[in-house]
């Protein structure tokens, strides 16, 4: 079973930066996408950013401009820099993780809390 392990959350003001880190059990050369989501207190799960195999990359309009999602394929891992954070950004923040490995694999990460004051 592939796990992922986030880490880099953690209280910030307005106008900062942090950057979220993601480790995968896999070799991250054998996934189609990792993606970040997000989900606020009384919100739906949505989708933040994500990079597919050949590094193309998405971004909520919400997001775009200040944050950057890449991977490392050396260290298996994925990072979400977020820079000029506001209030509104405020989640805990999911890696997820979708390829094949000797069978297919979909799996999240724990999650990571993200406060953003004012």
């Known amino acids: 079973q592939v796990q992922l392990v986030e880490s880099g959350g953690g209280l910030v003001q307005a106008g900062g930066s942090l950057r979220l880190s993601c480790a995968a059990s896999v070799t991250i050369a054998s996934a189609n996408v990792m993606e970040w989501y997000r989900q606020a207190p009384g919100k739906s799960r949505e989708l933040v950013a994500a990079v597919t195999s050949l590094d193309i990359t998405d971004y909520a309009d919400s997001v775009k401009g200040r944050f950057t999602i890449s991977r490392d394929s050396a260290k298996n891992a994925a990072y979400l820099q977020m820079n000029s954070l506001k209030p509104e950004d405020t989640a805990v923040y999911y890696c997820?993780?979708?390829?094949?490995?000797?069978?297919?694999?979909?799996?999240w990460g724990q999650g990571t809390q993200v406060t953003v004051s004012s």
């Open positions: 997820h993780i979708q390829g094949s490995y000797f069978g297919d694999y979909d799996e």
